[in-house]
């Protein structure tokens, strides 16, 4: 934020930012970001009284969520938040985080998360915190968005619990089906995307890319994704094709129908690379699919970028295909828990977006507009331009 906006705004609180247990690592380097932001940010504005105090060392609050032996727990926060405008971010897919139930080590599930994310809400609420936003990079539930048959609509239900408590925005990125923020109408909702930050770390990992109609395509896996393909091909200046999905609708395998085959819609790929997007790496096998029938329509080379790298089923087929060179490069964003044997792989970037969120806290924090930050489109052509140069 620069010193003339900086100057024509206040905050609407002091800040305060809780990095729940499995966004420890990127609520530290968010927290980074803004005080180095803020300090710079503050010259000559020191002894203005709404700025008093505004360019702290930290601005990570002291909490904690003891257990029970039983695996109940409680939220607890160990500093005043009266008055503030807090941020909670939470990452529902870290399993690296356990707790001890009955004398045993039990990993935290995503439901675990969400509940601890509540404990720590309704605590804030006793403490009388002025605003609470909650950000949820990857949004929880946020494939269970719509129904087919008799079942819960699991992502709705989230929503509307939180806005029960008192939750005034929800922030989360790449939204499976943004839709599903109709469940709250009267409460925040944003959904920022990552694509300037995955176009930045591409150019930069593979220099001597092309970007023109005759050496780039732009592909998405599926249907679902075809809005997200067609901006990437928009703002890149290049054509998209896209795949769908046949299904047996008559037999359902770990809770989905499975894929039979992909089918291509689109001009050639014969001699391009192309470049994948979407927003989530689950097992992969879908993503993995898609990359094989492209290289053998000819493409040169396959990249992959996907805002959530779960890699669900390990990485074994993940390094076959590279070995193969099906794939090139795989690009993933650190909003979500990545293993270290996730990122030694010589084909993997992860995509730092601490910096992004500290912008988009400080942003809300001064009760600005964001629509800059959600549609970087001139930001992206800046880099289009420089790339070529």
Known sequence: MSNRKLAETF????????????????????????????????????EVPPYIDYDKESYIVDYSVPRFGTGEAKGVINETIRGCDVFLIS???????????????????????????KRIIATCKIAKAKRITVIMPFLYESRQHGRTTLESLDAANALQELSD??????????AHDPR???AIPIRGFDNFYTSYQFIRELFSSEPDLV????????????????????????????EMGMFYK????????????????????GSSVKDKDVFIVDDMISSGE???????????????????????GLFCNGLEKFDEYYEKGYITRILTTNLIYSTDELLSR???????LSRYIGLIINTLNHDTSVNDIINPAQLISDLVIAHKR
């Open 91 to 117: 990452d529902f897919m870290n399993y690296s985080n356990t707790y001890k139930m009955f004398g045993e080590e039990s990993m935290k599930s995503s439901d675990d998360h969400f509940q601890d994310l």
């Open 346 to 352: 010589p084909y993997y970037t992860n995509v730092d």
């Open 246 to 265: 046949r299904r047996d609708y008559s037999v359902i395998e770990n809770g989905r129908n499975p894929i039979v085959a992909h089918e291509f819609l």
């Open 211 to 238: 970007i023109d109609k005759e050496n780039l395509m732009v592909i998405s896996p599926d249907e679902g994704g075809m809005t997200r393909a067609v901006y990437y091909a928009n703002v890149l200046g290049v």
């Open 11 to 46: 905050p609407i609180a002091p800040l305060k930012i809780i990095a729940m247990e499995g966004s420890k690592s990127i609520g530290e380097k968010v927290n980074r970001c803004i005080v180095d932001t803020r300090k710079a940010a503050m010259e000559g504005f020191e």
């Open 286 to 308: 879908s993503m993995l699919d898609v990359a094989r029938e492209l290289k053998k329509r000819g493409a040169r080379r396959v990249f992959v970028a996907a805002t959530f």
């Open 180 to 182: 599903v923020q109709n």
């Open 165 to 174: 408590m008192g939750v005034e925005n929800i922030i989360t990125f790449d």
